[in-house]
């Protein structure tokens, strides 16, 4: 072999040992990469598995592996504190799991846990129960994730159980409250009714949505306004906006929607709910059916209506008859008489028309203050003279009856401010009521006494205090127990008279006395010894500032002539109306007499009078106030003064006679004196009730 031959073989021997030996580095590398590869998977496997420890000993759930390829199912620890055993007492296979699941749920579990290892589900999830060492059941949602190989086949499953025992506790108690709400608002007599804090509805009861017919659902926010009567929402709305806006309460009636389509009335009210710190966390409400309620208010104001109408018919109708029976009583005084039985059959038939006057118009009076209807014409009065005067006017009567009335009076005034009527009117009654039961008795007669004096200041009605006037009334008739004291100045209390009811009257005086006292800003009170002992009853009235005045240039001046005055008297009864013309024709006036509306417009154009008397209740189609507005009409006729004379008496009639012209309206039967006044004024008066026989 020659040199080069030698050369490329020994190459070539090198070329080999040297890729020998580069396979043989690239297979140590390999190895070493491979080994270095184990290592760190094993490291791997150790730290999942250190993890895996770590989590099962954190989480206090219970956390099960089942490796499906061995059918084996490991425990962790938990299960010591939500079964009660240990994971060896459970088993290394699903079998022990399995025996522990309540018969009712086990068929379902099983089920529903093939399923999902057979399908391509990744995950399982059901919430059964699960017997504990003790025996119990307890509920356990259990959810579990399955793994699979790359070619899909289920290979293991992990999962984990969570105790519900507590959060079914949590519900069941939820429940509980929200039935124990829920039965407490279908309780309450009331539909209820919740709100947000910006007056957004979110809440109805039942009551209301069965009340309405609408679901709630349909009424949130502001749409409830929508069962509301059209005439109250806007005034419904904008209370309920000031109440969210904490410019007033929210309290108010008004009408809601039945589901027949008919509106009922209701009370509502609305609370805000407040937060510790005072925030406004929601609106509370209630609206009570008072649908009931209104319907009796209006049947008891149709009945009060009806009430009024019946006594002012009734007044007319009773008045009617009385009128040409005083006016007969006066025509016997003014012609007169030497004949003292035919003088005392006309002072009795005086009374009497007298005491039927004044219990009708005591119960009127007394139907009005009911009311609060009653009008008082205040001004600065002389208590004293009123009092003087009152028992001047009362004492013929008590001493007929053999009782004597002493009078007690300062020389000066007290001044009150007050209606000098009912003032008189009050101190009548009290001497009234004196006299009637005050006896004469077999010792020579009864007493009665009137005392009016200043008394010290004392407490006002409204608070304040006042200087007071004191009018006493006592006598030493029956007297009062405690019981009869108690209820004395009720409306148709009485002392017992007996069956024979001698003593008449309506029990009406002092439950007006004290209504008219109070309008005054006064009191009364009754006092008693007891039976047989007397009665004292006591007025308390607050004095006027005193006011300087010259009285004494006050002059009734002469009564005017009647001579030559006409007066035409329309009225449609007969008696009343003859009667009436036989009297004024006695006292100088010149009469004439029509029978009906008509027929009195005519004989006024005809001939002109100065004063008509006219009747308000005329037939034949125009009455009354027909004949003073046809009147007022006539040029020829403006200086005809009008006087109304009629049986009705209430307020109404006498705004209504004021607006159809009259000057004056008197309540039959008309007194004497009434009357002439009325018939001799020389101005035209607007209607009043200053005179008792216009009350």
């Known amino acids: 072999?020659?040199?080069?031959?030698?050369?490329?073989?020994?190459?070539?021997?090198?070329?080999?040992?040297?890729?020998?030996?580069?396979?043989?580095?690239?297979?140590?590398?390999?190895?070493?990469?491979?080994?270095?590869?184990?290592?760190?998977?094993?490291?791997?496997?150790?730290?999942?598995?250190?993890?895996?420890?770590?989590?099962?000993?954190?989480?206090?759930?219970?956390?099960?592996?089942?490796?499906?390829?061995?059918?084996?199912?490991?425990?962790?620890?938990?299960?010591?504190?939500?079964?009660?055993?240990?994971?060896?007492?459970?088993?290394?296979?699903?079998?022990?799991?399995?025996?522990?699941?309540?018969?009712?749920?086990?068929?379902?579990?099983?089920?529903?846990?093939?399923?999902?290892?057979?399908?391509?589900?990744?995950?399982?999830?059901?919430?059964?129960?699960?017997?504990?060492?003790?025996?119990?059941?307890?509920?356990?949602?259990?959810?579990?994730?399955?793994?699979?190989?790359?070619?899909?086949?289920?290979?293991?499953?992990?999962?984990?159980m969570l105790d519900l025992t507590e959060r079914h506790r949590a519900e069941a108690a939820l429940r509980e409250s929200e039935l124990f709400h829920r039965q407490t608002l279908e309780s309450i007599p009331g539909m209820v009714w919740a709100t947000r804090p910006d007056g957004y509805c979110e809440f109805f009861s039942e009551q209301w949505v069965e009340f309405t017919g609408v679901p709630a659902e349909r009424q949130f926010g502001d749409r409830w306004l929508e069962v509301l009567h059209p005439d109250d929402r806007e005034r419904v709305f904008a209370s309920w906006r000031a109440a969210v806006g904490g410019l007033a309460p929210y309290d108010l009636e008004y009408r809601i929607r039945w589901r027949d389509g008919g509106y009922q009335w209701f009370k509502v009210r609305g609370r805000p709910i407040r937060d510790a710190s005072g925030r406004i966390v929601r609106w509370f409400g209630i609206a009570i059916n008072i649908h009931d309620l209104k319907l009796a208010e209006q049947a008891l104001r149709d009945a009060d209506r009806r009430k009024d109408e019946f006594l002012a018919m009734l007044a007319h109708e009773l008045r009617n008859p009385l009128a040409p029976v005083r006016t007969a009583v006066a025509m016997l005084r003014r012609v007169g008489t030497a004949d003292p039985v035919q003088r005392r059959a006309r002072d009795v038939i005086d009374r009497q028309v007298t005491h039927m006057v004044r219990l009708i118009d005591?119960?009127?009076?007394?139907?009005?203050?009911?009311?609060?209807?009653?009008?008082?014409?205040?001004?600065?009065?002389?208590?004293?003279?009123?009092?003087?005067?009152?028992?001047?006017?009362?004492?013929?009567?008590?001493?007929?009856?053999?009782?004597?009335?002493?009078?007690?009076?300062?020389?000066?005034?007290?001044?009150?401010?007050?209606?000098?009527?009912?003032?008189?009117?009050?101190?009548?009654?009290?001497?009234?009521?004196?006299?009637?039961?005050?006896?004469?008795?077999?010792?020579?007669?009864?007493?009665?006494?009137?005392?009016?004096?200043?008394?010290?200041?004392?407490?006002?009605?409204?608070?304040?205090?006042?200087?007071?006037?004191?009018?006493?009334?006592?006598?030493?008739?029956?007297?009062?127990?405690?019981?009869?004291?108690?209820?004395?100045?009720?409306?148709?209390?009485?002392?017992?008279?007996?069956?024979?009811?001698?003593?008449?009257?309506?029990?009406?005086?002092?439950?007006?006395?004290?209504?008219?006292?109070?309008?005054?800003?006064?009191?009364?009170?009754?006092?008693?010894?007891?039976?047989?002992?007397?009665?004292?009853?006591?007025?308390?009235?607050?004095?006027?500032?005193?006011?300087?005045?010259?009285?004494?240039?006050?002059?009734?001046?002469?009564?005017?002539?009647?001579?030559?005055?006409?007066?035409?008297v329309i009225e449609d009864n007969h008696d009343a109306a003859e009667s009436l013309e036989m009297l004024l024709t006695l006292s100088g006036y010149d009469v004439e007499t029509a029978f009906d509306g008509p027929t009195g417009l005519t004989a006024a154009r005809t001939r002109p009078p100065d004063v008509v008397l006219c009747d308000l209740g005329l037939p034949g189609g125009m009455d009354g106030y027909d004949v003073a507005r046809a009147i007022r009409a006539e040029p020829s006729l403006a200086a005809t003064r009008l006087v109304a004379l009629s049986g009705y008496g209430q307020d109404e009639d006498r705004r209504r006679s004021r607006e159809a012209g009259f000057d004056k309206h008197l309540v039959k039967p008309a007194e004497d004196t009434a009357l002439m006044e009325a018939l001799s004024a020389g101005r035209r008066e607007l209607c009043s009730a200053a005179s008792p026989l216009s009350r």
């Open 1 to 160: 072999m020659d040199g080069a031959s030698r050369q490329r073989a020994e190459g070539a021997a090198a070329d080999g040992q040297a890729e020998v030996a580069l396979r043989e580095s690239e297979a140590r590398e390999r190895a070493a990469s491979a080994e270095a590869a184990r290592l760190e998977a094993e490291a791997a496997v150790r730290r999942s598995e250190e993890q895996y420890r770590l989590l099962n000993r954190a989480t206090n759930d219970v956390i099960w592996d089942w490796d499906l390829e061995t059918n084996r199912v490991y425990w962790n620890g938990a299960v010591v504190q939500h079964f009660g055993c240990t994971p060896e007492e459970l088993g290394d296979g699903p079998e022990g799991w399995y025996d522990r699941i309540h018969p009712e749920d086990r068929a379902r579990v099983s089920e529903g846990i093939r399923a999902a290892i057979e399908g391509d589900r990744e995950s399982w999830t059901d919430e059964y129960r699960f017997r504990k060492s003790d025996g119990s059941y307890a509920p356990f949602l259990d959810r579990g994730y399955i793994g699979r190989s790359a070619s899909g086949a289920p290979t293991r499953m992990i999962g984990s």
């Open 362 to 568: 005591d119960l009127l009076d007394i139907s009005r203050i009911a009311r609060g209807r009653i009008q008082l014409r205040k001004a600065r009065c002389d208590l004293v003279g009123i009092v003087r005067q009152t028992a001047e006017d009362y004492r013929a009567n008590l001493e007929a009856d053999g009782v004597a009335l002493r009078v007690s009076a300062p020389d000066e005034p007290l001044w009150v401010e007050g209606d000098d009527t009912r003032l008189a009117q009050m101190l009548g009654n009290l001497l009234q009521n004196a006299g009637k039961f005050t006896d004469a008795g077999a010792s020579g007669g009864g007493r009665v006494w009137v005392r009016v004096e200043a008394g010290p200041p004392g407490p006002g009605r409204d608070g304040g205090v006042f200087g007071q006037a004191v009018i006493t009334v006592e006598d030493d008739g029956v007297g009062m127990d405690s019981g009869l004291l108690s209820r004395i100045f009720d409306p148709f209390s009485q002392a017992d008279q007996g069956l024979a009811r001698s003593k008449g009257g309506l029990g009406l005086g002092l439950a007006l006395v004290k209504g008219l006292v109070e309008l005054h800003g006064g009191t009364v009170a009754a006092h008693s010894e007891g039976p047989g002992r007397g009665s004292m009853f006591t007025l308390r009235l607050p004095l006027a500032a005193p006011v300087a005045r010259d009285l004494s240039a006050a002059s009734d001046g002469e009564e005017a002539s009647r001579q030559g005055v006409r007066v035409l």
